[in-house]
């Protein structure tokens, strides 16, 4: 399945002319809401979301769907909206059943493509890690996927809450500053505990996360402790270790929470 997933990547591509138009080989009416796209110049977006399509109707999406790597929540926001999940250190499993980055990407943008670009509806997004793990993805994987999808991904996601993050997240969403809009700020949730998620839907236990991430949470209010207790015997008792954030937060806030559950407008 994998190597026949991979040919439908590359075969279904759709196939640029002369003046950079993309045409959509498949035996069907081609989508006039992608060719929008493709005209617009969103042809990668086009591209991979096609290879998805196409995949997935030949059934060939086992290996990614299994990964899980995105998934839709069984959940949705506090305001009703879906709720779509980023494991990103799950794409580490990937390479031994050949799930490579491109193909988990297209798959988010199949898994996403009907609400927010077929309906124009807003979605939220949890952005999950445990720091124990490697996310695999770049600071160029952000800039070249921010650049691909349209610009209603942008606008329509109301809150992205990011999980467990880490200094070198919050400092890669830095680096990004200069692509992102003041209004993302305002979207923007760090949810150091998983119970903070409670900012974005009504009960965390129906987003339905791994018990791993459950025991990392306990796992860093066990440092928290130590490292209060540690500060505060060095420090007769001045109460520093509150100073110093627990569980590796070093109070980096960059910008960051807030606002995830504001109204329509801005990007």
Known sequence: PGAKTRRVFSEMAPASSADGSVALNLN???????????????????????A????????TLAAVEALGAVQRAPCVDRAGRPVFLFYPSRLAAGGASGVTLERVTAHALLLMHEHVIARGG???????TNNLEPDELGWRWFVSTYRMVPHAYHKQMRS???VHPAVSTRLTLLALSYLLRASFWDKLVYADRVEFLDEVVESVAELDLPAGLLEYDRFLDREMAATTAQAEGHAGGFGLGAALGGGGGLGL???GGGGAMGGPGGD
């Open 28 to 50: 069907e009416p081609a989508d006039p809401v992608l060719q929008g796209l493709a005209s617009a110049g969103h042809s990668e977006y086009v591209r991979l979301y096609t």
């Open 52 to 59: 998805a399509a196409t995949a997935r109707r030949e059934n």
């Open 122 to 128: 807003e979605y939220a997004v949890v952005w999950v």
């Open 160 to 162: 992205l809450a990011v």
């Open 253 to 255: 806030g960059f910008g």
